[in-house]
């Protein structure tokens, strides 16, 4: 009554195979990471001095894996071609080579559409390329000309049309401005320093139209020109100085205190940004002591504004302290995972372990045959 | 031996043999019936396992080794020894079950139903219920001891909670007159209260960990207020003061949405980060978007002579997340 | 020296013909019936750290401050479950490793329940005589959702408060009983009375690992009594017998490796990948919140429904009859249990198939089977999507409001587009399957 049987081994995986199979949603991958480090080396405020173009750059990464996709897709054709041939001989359904290289049809044309759509998505919505629709205009005069005129010529020819010409602002849309933009946009009389500081160094300003969320990006004006704007809106008339924060030797615990309070609710307590009714908030890795000081004074678009008086120096030190180490928080348990909580931790349970797991079990297990 | 079920048999001793294996085993030894095919010696898989025994001790040896340092990124190094150890270990079991245990298939059949058994249990459960005659009585006896039992068992667990009083729902500490103060437990001016900011009150001398102790203070300009009828007056100078917990599902109401510029952007707002409700401070706390099934709460605000705020009443409705048969009813201190 | 230890435990135990048994009790040899004892294995580990961390933690919100070695935490208030939590993972060598791999753990577990018991709905496993065993699995798997939330809930960081929170609405929310339900579970209105924290722990390290337990041994156990199922294999001849891998020698160095396997992934997770650091959160307090909260995975699914459903209460005559969280927090999890447990019997009764079955069906073989299932798992997958809306904004930049409405939509359109299609590729593959056979015959005829 005993039977022996030798289990039949599992057929070695034929290289070429898994590149027809897994060729293509590798090279999407590739990109993904290539695209994100390219954006990131573009936008970040130190990457911004790299002087990386993310269109060439962007387009060479994604020109290579579509090549790389477009050969899985012909590597599985060509192992589809093969095996049909063969078909006749084998077991029904034709064996693993032609199941697979069927995989491999039609799994890959679509990352090949895939990679293709995230080139245009790279390219065309990139930090680089969201400029507002008549970009920024520089005003006419050398370098000779004093900061008042380069300011004044810069304000009529970028921001007036919004802000109107003496900073009084625009309530209601109205045409007319520069280059017959309809414009709207808030008063700048008696914003002070602050504000332009705040919104030309980050890139917030200029924007697309009134109403529409600014968001961080690579700052379309030089430094000499952001001073320049930023003295003349300021001598619109009144407002508060550009603070000085000193984040050294503030209390940490205090100011994750102070931001739990405050901050977290919409930036997320480790800063990674979130949701808000009707906007996007940012995450806060890439603002400096300066912008996050600015930020809390100003209250930048729909964020609330704390004044000194709701907030004191002190505490706004402890708050930019917090802010600034919670960029690279204390990572004991190993990497960080962006430190937004269980999201990305389902992710590594499901892609990474369950993944692994599954193998473990292939391996062990024989798998089924017709 | 079960007559159903032969189970995964491979060779059945009769008598005969189990006398010769015996005699055998007293002998020390002779010749036995194998059991498994014979074979093996693959010394290459043997020795891939012994490496990677020896790969696991070393693992496991660095890890106590590692354990007595004091490095920084000790649970990363702790991790990698225990998990190396375990992953080694695993690899040389699967080696070993793949390569050097042979490989054999037994045949065996499922076991199935056994109708003798069934009906011995049925018989006897039978029988044994026909030695009662008056079953209805003995029954309803059964039943009701049964479930007096049970619930004389059951009861000691309402204990754990005042069951049936929910009027604990409608508590509130706050009361006319009660100081609003901030985290430090310093009371609140009316004119610290500024517009375009947000803050977070508690009642002066209570407990703050509990659903109706945290406020959200805003300010917005008394002509933009359009608050519910009978509530004139509750916003001095604007000051508005609502429960911070949210009526969906009891979250803080940590998000103050307050638009730059009015005209071109979304109106304030109070918003829940959890599932995103959003009130309306304005409208007395209406739901404008999310799950949320009732408004926010507010309190009644009044100054005093010294220009702090303080309570000048209780909640317009029950704080936090609602409940069967929850009524609009105002809380109480 | 073999010979005489087996004497020495048959002589004592009389246990030899069962060991035998055991020993050569066979394994129809398929990856995906290791599936479930991966589950099995993440459990063992669950319970062999648990028991390590319940040597370190106080479940106790008698509030402290913390003066340990993490600096940023340094003088705030907290409870001293947090406390201690933090000192563990500071202070106390491998403490952390050991936390983190319980944390893991308990998301790996739950995803290889989900595994298996994806596994065992599309080969028609859990048919007649497994209805049992399928049962028993389902609740473990929801009794798996309530340990896990217990778990990560008694930390009181920022996060488990704020999930407690939500818990807390979703037991008021149901009606009759709900307002009395909360008072009996928490003792008093939120964040209850610090009994409430004797009662989480106590119900986390022992009553729902008892239950589990349990659960776990009834499930061995009645698939040992009824053997495995296995899948149709040219050997395999009829429905009444069974082909297979004896326990030892053939699968026992499989099944251990694969314990080992499990043990060395969650381990290695546990020391290089951070989970839950608590300490980046911070204490929690009821008037304190932070943005894109989530639930831990397998949950997610319920935070996903507390979203989508549109705000409104059900009010009559101005009292609230039917608070908002009850649909997705409530209704929705029972209805996928239900779906869950009522299935094999409302197959029986569909198909009038009451006959037994030991020969696996593959996916297409039941293509009305599939086609639901594939169509049920796309409705829980895109709820359980629809939770991470949130994230989804902040890194892709996808409109919150047009996801919440793209899901609401496509809850109801998609999963019968998903059966339809599956239905249809199932009867696909059988038709080319069919026309393969007619061929091979007629090529030997």
Known sequence: MRRTLSLAPVPAASPLLWFAVLGAPAAWVVQLFLGYWLSEAQCSPTGGEWGISLDAWGIAAAAVCEAVAVASVLTALALFRRTRDAEDEGPPPGGRTHFLSVVGLTVAPLFVVLIAMTAVGTVALSCSQALPPAGIVNAPGGREQTQRQLGAGLYAANCASCHGFDGQGVPEPSGGGVGNITGQGPPLQGVGAIAPDFYLRTGRMPIGHAGEEPERQRPLFNDRQIRALVSYVASFGGGPAIPRPRPRGASLSEGLRLFTDHCAGCHQVVGEGGYVTGARVPVLSHATARQIAEAVRIGPFLMPRFSPKALDDRELNAIVAYVLASRDPVDEGGFGLGHVGPVPEGMVAWFVAAVVLVGVCMLLGRRLKA | ?333 | MIARAVRFLDERSGGAPALRRALRYAFPDHWSFLLGEVALYAFVVLVATGVYLTFFFEPSTATTVYHGSYAPLDGLQMSRAYASVVHLSFDVKAGLLIRQTHHWAADVFVAAIVLHLIRVFFTGAYRKPRELTYTIGVLMLFAALLEGYLGYSMVDDLLSGMGLAIGYAVALSIPFVGANLALLIWGHPYPGDPEFWSRMYIAHVLIFPLLIGGLLAAHLALVASRHHTQFRRKRVRSERRLLGVPAFPGQAPRSLGLMLAVAAVLVLLGGLVQINPIWLWGPYHVGDATNGAQPDWYLGWLIGALRLVPGFDLVIANRTVVPNPFWGGALFPLIVMAALLAWPWLEQRATGDRGFHNVLDRPRDAPVRTALGAGFLAWVVMIFMAGSADRVLVFLGIDYVSQLWFYRIGIWVLPPLIALVTWRFCRALRQLERIEEERERASAA
């Open chain 2, 1 to 333: 031996m079960s007559r159903t079920s032969p189970g995964p048999e491979d060779w059945r001793p009769g008598r005969r043999q189990l006398l010769a294996a015996a005699l055998g085993f007293l002998r020390g030894g002779g010749r036995r019936r194998r059991v498994l095919p014979p074979g093996g010696g693959d010394s290459g898989a043997e020795l891939l396992v012994a490496l990677l025994l020896l790969g696991s001790a070393a693992c496991g040896a660095m890890f106590v080794v590692v354990y007595a340092l004091d490095w920084p990124n000790l649970t990363q190094y702790l991790g990698l020894c225990l998990g190396g150890a375990l992953g080694l270990l695993a690899a040389a079991l699967i080696v070993v079950g793949k390569r050097i245990v042979p490989e054999e298939e037994l045949e065996e059949e499922y076991p199935t139903v056994h109708p003798e058994d069934e009906e011995q249990v049925v018989c006897l459960l039978g029988e044994t219920g026909a030695r009662f005659t008056r079953k209805r009585l003995l029954g309803g006896a059964a039943a009701a001891a049964g479930a007096a039992l049970g619930a004389a068992l059951v009861v000691p667990a309402a204990s754990l909670g005042p069951v049936l009083d929910t009027e604990s729902y409608y508590y509130s500490p706050w009361r006319r007159g009660r100081r609003l103060v901030d985290e430090k437990g310093r009371p609140y001016r009316a004119d610290d209260i500024e517009q375009e900011a947000f803050y977070t009150a508690y009642p002066e001398g209570a407990d703050r960990e509990q659903l109706a102790a945290p406020l959200v203070l805003v300010r917005l300009y008394p002509s933009e207020l359009e608050l519910p009828a009978g509530r004139e007056g509750w916003a001095p100078g604007g000051i508005l003061a609502y429960s911070k917990v949210c009526t969906h599902a009891g979250c803080a109401v940590a998000l103050y949405r307050k638009p730059r510029f009015p005209q071109a952007e979304p109106a304030p707002a109070l918003v829940c980060p959890c599932h995103y409700s959003t009130f309306d401070p304005a409208e007395g706390g209406k739901v404008i978007f999310g799950p949320a099934g009732r408004e926010l709460p507010q309190l009644p605000l009044m100054v005093d002579a010294a220009g702090h705020l303080r309570a000048a009443g209780n909640f317009s409705g029950p704080v936090g997340p609602s409940f069967w048969g929850v009524r609009t009813r105002r809380p109480s201190a």
